[in-house]
């Protein structure tokens, strides 16, 4: 994935997160609002890992060309 994509990705994930501790602020059902916040958790993982695989691949190109230049 480019870093744009990476990006632009993010950038979607966190306007979800967002959404859901917004609504979750809210909401008056408890139990609606436990769902929110587990969503919300589940999305924050997800980006975390997304950002970690990210940074991972650009990392892992750094390597390579180093490797290849010496």
């Known amino acids: 994935m480019t870093i744009p994509n990476c990006i632009k990705n993010s950038r979607e994930q966190l306007k979800f997160l967002k959404s859901l501790v917004e609504e979750a602020e809210c909401c008056q059902n408890p139990d609606h609002m436990a ?3 587990r969503m919300a ?3 924050t993982t997800t980006l975390s890992k ?3 695989t990210h940074l991972k691949d650009q990392q892992n190109k750094v390597i390579n060309k180093s490797k290849t230049a010496a």
Do not use: F, G, Q, V
Request: no cysteine.
């Open 35 to 37: 769902d929110l916040y």
């Open 41 to 43: 958790n589940n999305a």
């Open 50 to 52: 997304s950002l970690e």
